[in-house]
């Protein structure tokens, strides 16, 4: 009989456990039962945290350096490359889990870091530069992402103006003479799921500035100071991309992408698909299992099981989700392409417990896909 072959692509268990560590988890408990099975672990992501360590994983060389963090501390970042491409994340160095002590800075925080990081990544010769964005701690408009590849943005007494969204309404134009030329010569890809605008109540301030500490009063200012800076990047590019689908992207960060450094948007969990080869891996496949921390209707809306299931069903291979909760109805799973759910809270109710014993209970849920999914030997 022929060995079933199956693809194990989750994301990361936000919190708990890296993609790669929750794929070897459930590859266990495959094994456990059907240890003739032949498992070919892909670890994915969506653009966000854990980007870099799945390109990593597909083969990519890793490298650290140090940039600015969100507050100004030095950080150590990862990029990844292969040569032709580089692939960094903005969370690498101005990610919420970078704040020191976790104390939100919303009006303060910048992504200085990440133009420093896209640097780095220019360094390696690179001709494709992916940038995956979320999970960031600030609200610049991508103000200091410039800044770190050495355009100015001077105050009107000459100095420069101060750093995150609080600081954007004392820019006085934006100078880009200094701007490293290289970004030119790459081929930028800002992978994100969000396709946020940068203004507005759907915008970066209003939608996301909560989440990174900003209470109404500071949500008005960062949204006065996005206003600003979006008018001075128009005058200064000649067009308006305030309203791009994706320009709220981190905290603005996608805005300066879109609109200064040429960059184009496309889906993070597709890009990361095509990175890892994950076509390749799912041709012939008899099962795909894939799967995120929390299974909700924000699953839906381009993150990793739901990109993995779209990308499955072109070649016809069932797909299999296994999520720490799983709050979608039937319904919702079909339509979405799931074969079924696997939630580790329907084995550990308690969410602290479920945590810190994550690794044997999707070992656990890996026994009964098997059980359930593959054909007897």
């Known amino acids: 009989m022929k060995r079933p072959r199956i693809v194990v692509a989750p994301d990361k268990f936000k ?3 890296t ?6 988890a459930v590859a266990e408990g495959i094994r456990r039962v059907r240890p003739d099975t032949d498992i070919r672990l892909v670890p994915v992501a969506d653009g966000g945290e854990g980007t870099v360590d799945a390109a990593v994983s597909a083969g990519f060389d890793r490298v650290t350096v140090e940039v600015a963090g969100p507050t100004g501390e030095t950080v150590r970042a990862p990029l990844a490359h292969n040569g032709s491409v580089a692939v960094v994340e903005a969370a690498a160095a101005c990610g919420l889990a970078l704040l020191p002590g976790g104390t939100p800075a919303p009006l303060t925080a910048t992504s200085l870091g990440v133009g420093e990081l896209i640097r780095a990544a220019l360094d390696t010769g690179c001709r494709t530069l992916v940038l995956g964005v979320g999970g960031s701690a600030c609200t610049d408009g991508g103000a200091g992402l410039l800044a770190g590849l050495g355009a100015e943005l001077p105050a009107a007494d000459g100095r420069p103006a101060g750093p995150g969204g609080g600081g954007l309404t004392g820019i006085a134009y934006l100078d880009l003479h200094r701007l490293d030329t290289r970004i030119r010569g790459v081929e930028l890809v800002l992978a994100s799921d969000v396709d946020h605008p ?8 209003a939608v996301f500035g909560p989440q990174k500490g900003a209470g109404a009063g500071e949500v008005a200012a960062l949204e006065a100071g996005l206003t600003h800076w979006s008018r001075l990047v128009a005058q200064r590019t000649g067009f308006d991309a305030a309203d791009r689908p994706g320009a709220g992207a981190a905290g603005g960060i996608g805005f300066a992408a879109l609109a200064v450094l040429g960059a184009h948007r496309a889906v ?20 795909i299992i894939t799967g995120e921390g929390a299974l909700d209707a924000q699953t839906l809306h381009g993150k990793a099981p739901a990109g993995v299931a779209a990308r499955a069903a072109s070649h016809g291979v069932p797909v299999v989700v296994v999520a720490g909760r799983q709050l979608l109805d039937t319904r919702q799973l079909e339509n979405a392409g799931f074969t079924a759910a696997y939630a580790l809270t329907d084995l550990e109710p308690d969410l602290r417990r479920c945590q810190k014993h994550a690794p044997e209970l999707l070992a656990r849920q890996g026994e009964h896909i098997a059980r359930h999914h593959l054909s007897r030997p």
């Not at 969990?269 to 496949?285: E, S, T």
């Open 198 to 205: 940068l203004l507005g109540k759907d915008g970066a301030a």
């Open 268 to 287: 993070g969990i597709d890009i990361l698909l095509d990175l890892v080869d994950f076509d390749r891996h799912a041709r012939g496949a008899d099962l």
């Open 15 to 17: 919190g708990s456990l």
């Open 19 to 24: 993609a790669a560590e929750v794929a070897d």
